[in-house]
């Protein structure tokens, strides 16, 4: 392959030989305990680094394959085999042995103590239960699949869910209606399966933190997260900050949104639609709009323009929308081997094809970045908290350059994402919120988990009448949806607190765009080389879960809606 003119489909799959590599950690274990110098220990990390970056080259390239194209049958198999054949490798003797070396003092000083922090929390999380961690991945690629080959007939023609999402911005609130309820049916006619893998999973999450000897799977997954220092109280705080402060605030916005639309009241079926005249729409074709994006790029800084041509130049974007692509989803991959990352969405045509692109750049970025600067892959991206930070942050920094996606409806975009992202804060707590319950009541039925799942959806989002669709709410529609709870467990909140940052560092932008790209890119080229209260000391950001963090750092983003919502009354 040639280094400089490969792309994305040139790469070549090869199934990992997890026995081979399960030989060479041992081999490597052996010569830890029998070093006489540092210079042994050293080559050790670097030899286990180059075999986690061969390792997780085939992995991520099989997956990602798998997601571009969800009935391919051969990259599902690869994709569901080698997460579990990795699974059952045993890191924890090696890792054991370099934590109880002589030597820790030089690791940590070379490699940084957060490489060890690394080594201690993989040790916990993973020293037992793995049968069940191999069970529960084989029912996320089960919901998966079952998500991604769901039909739903709207118009008389039958569609994927990435398009039936777009009926929901529907000018015709009738319209809107019909592709909600269709939606709703489908998912409820699909019940059975998903209640099972529900039932499934949340069973086997709280036996895997048992087994590695937590009471609680909250705990475990705050581990798991990379939460050090912070866990439920400080979580459970932040969400009450964001009922106190932000959910009256998006009262304000739903009651402006009910005179632009002349409503009387809102239905759940109005939730996405902002504009009487329409929301606003990336202008012209989707080769426009990577375009308009090169653009940005390249304005933006330097090394943001060379960085989006590299990825265009490998085609390492496949945002193209297709019918077997899982809906409403995009991802970043890294691919250490060529020290590239891989940027993953569906297209609908609506606003969301921006904010996905230029979040999932921001990924992209932030993964080139550290893997130009850090050795080991396992700092090619920070803990859960930190890694949504670069990515919610350069959907801020996009604001300026608007006009390039939407032209005249620039306005429109800014007003509707920003608005949306005082929402989304809400709607992440809400589903942090369920999941705490949902762990700490694995006794409750079906029906019991549907229903709670509907009432915390009203306490963050109290302005929208379920209306004639309440049966299927009631029934799971909205939960058996929700591709977080069934495959991201205790992430989404990670979201709520990005965007606190992501908030400050618009500030910032807007004070002193040249400092504020500095630490921008000071923190992405940090990857996850320190903890999450480290990484956000460099940039200089506030600790989104202290006391009164909500209300100072959102209070400018109310003053800009609410500005624009006076205009409107004018």
């Not at 916005?253 to 759940?268: C, D, M, P, Q, S």
């Not at 009541?441 to 988990?449: D, F």
Request: charged fraction near 30%.
């Amino acid at each position: 392959m040639n280094e400089k003119d490969y792309k994305f489909s040139d790469l070549v799959y090869v199934r990992p030989d997890y026995t081979a590599i399960q030989n060479r950690i041992n081999e490597l274990t052996e010569q830890i305990k029998e070093a006489k110098e540092y210079k042994t220990i050293r080559d050790v990390i670097l030899k286990s680094n180059e075999i986690q970056i061969e390792q997780s080259y085939a992995e991520n390239v099989a997956c990602i394959r798998m997601y571009q194209d969800c009935t391919n049958t051969f990259y599902e198999e690869e994709s569901l085999k080698n997460s579990e054949e990795a699974t059952y490798l045993d890191w924890n003797k090696l890792s054991k042995a370099l934590i109880d070396s002589p030597f820790v003092g030089q690791i940590e000083e070379e490699f940084g103590v957060q490489y060890i922090t690394l080594l201690k929390n993989k040790i916990q999380l993973f020293e037992e239960g793995k049968d069940l961690i191999v069970k529960s991945q084989a029912l996320e690629m089960k919901y998966q699949q079952l998500k991604a080959s769901l039909k739903f007939e709207i118009d008389g023609k039958v569609v994927g869910e990435a398009e039936l999402l777009k009926y929901y911005e529907s000018l015709n609130r009738e319209q809107r209606k019909k592709a909600v309820e269709e939606r709703y049916k489908v998912y409820i006619n699909h019940k059975d399966e998903f209640e099972d893998i529900l039932n499934q999973l949340v069973d086997l999450r709280i036996e895997i933190a048992k087994a590695n000897g937590f009471d609680s799977y909250l705990d475990y997954m705050n581990l798991e997260k990379g939460r050090v220092g912070y866990g439920e109280k400080e979580l459970t705080g932040f969400c009450d900050q964001v009922k106190e402060v932000l959910v009256p605030f998006c009262t304000k916005l739903n009651e402006a949104k009910k005179r632009r639309l002349g409503l009387t009241e809102l239905k759940i079926y109005d939730n996405s639609i902002l504009f009487a005249d329409g929301n606003p729409e990336p202008k012209g074709s989707n080769k426009e709009l990577f375009e308009a994006a090169r653009k940005m790029y390249h304005e933006l800084s330097k090394e943001a323009g060379e960085f989006f041509d590299l990825m265009l130049a490998h085609e390492m974007i496949d945002a193209e929308p297709s019918q077997n692509k899982v809906a409403g989803m995009g991802f970043c991959a890294d691919i250490a081997k060529i020290k590239m990352p891989f940027v993953f969405g569906n297209f609908n045509g609506t606003i969301s094809d921006v904010t996905v692109l230029t979040h999932e750049i921001g990924h992209a970025f932030q993964m080139y970045a550290s893997m130009q600067k850090q050795s080991l892959i396992q700092y090619n991206v920070a803990v859960n908290d930190m890694a949504e930070v670069p990515s919610k942050t350069m959907e801020q920094f996009a604001y300026p350059f608007a006009e390039y996606f939407f032209g005249e409806d620039a306005d429109k975009f800014r007003f509707m994402h920003l608005s949306n992202v005082m929402e989304e804060i809400c709607s992440y707590c809400m589903i942090h919120e369920y999941e705490t319950y949902l762990y700490n009541t694995p006794e409750a039925t079906s029906k019991e988990r549907a229903l709670e799942y509907a009432n915390v959806y009203k306490r963050y989002m109290p302005d929208y009448d379920f209306g004639e669709l309440e049966d299927y709410i009631e029934q799971g529609a909205m939960l058996y949806g929700n591709m977080g709870i069934y495959m991201f467990p205790r992430y989404l909140i990670s979201y709520s607190l990005s965007n606190m940052c992501a908030l400050e560092f618009k500030q910032k932008m807007i004070e002193n765009p040249k400092e504020a790209w500095e630490d921008y890119s000071k923190l992405c080229s940090a990857g996850g080389s320190l903890g999450y209260p480290e990484l956000l000391h460099t940039a200089g950001l506030s600790l989104a879960y202290e006391e009164g963090v909500v209300t100072r750092v959102t209070k400018r983003a109310q003053e800009i809606l609410e500005e624009y919502m006076e205009k409107e009354l004018i």
